[in-house]
C-alpha cells in the first residue's frame, strides 16, 4: 500500500515490477463465489435427491391399524 504519484490516491503499488492485486482478487472474490456456488449446488441436488424420494412415497399410505397399504390410483367402489 502506498501513495500513486499519478493520481493522488493511496492503492496498493507494485513491488519489483509485480503486483498482489490477481492475489487479493482470487483470493477475495473468486474464491468465496466459487465456494457458494459448490455448495448451492450441493443443496440443489440434494433437494432433488429428497424430491424423488417423497414422490416414490406418494402412493403410499399408513392405514388405522399401522399397516401400510398401496393407494390405487382410481377407487375401487364398495
Known amino acids: 500500500m502506498g501513495l500513486d504519484e ?6 496498493i503499488l507494485k513491488k519489483e515490477g509485480k ?7 482470487l483470493i477475495g472474490f473468486l ?5 457458494i ?5 450441493c443443496i440443489y441436488i ?11 412415497h406418494d402412493n ?3 392405514g388405522a391399524a399401522g399397516m401400510i ?3 390405487h390410483p382410481h377407487p375401487v367402489p364398495m
Open 69 to 71: 397399504k398401496q393407494q
Open 60 to 62: 403410499f399410505q399408513i
Open 31 to 35: 474464491l468465496p463465489c466459487l465456494v
Open 19 to 25: 503486483s498482489i492485486k490477481k492475489t487479493l482478487f
Open 46 to 56: 440434494t433437494v432433488l435427491h429428497q424430491k424423488k424420494k417423497i414422490r416414490s
Open 6 to 11: 499519478a493520481t493522488f490516491s493511496c492503492t
Open 37 to 41: 456456488i459448490i455448495f448451492y449446488s
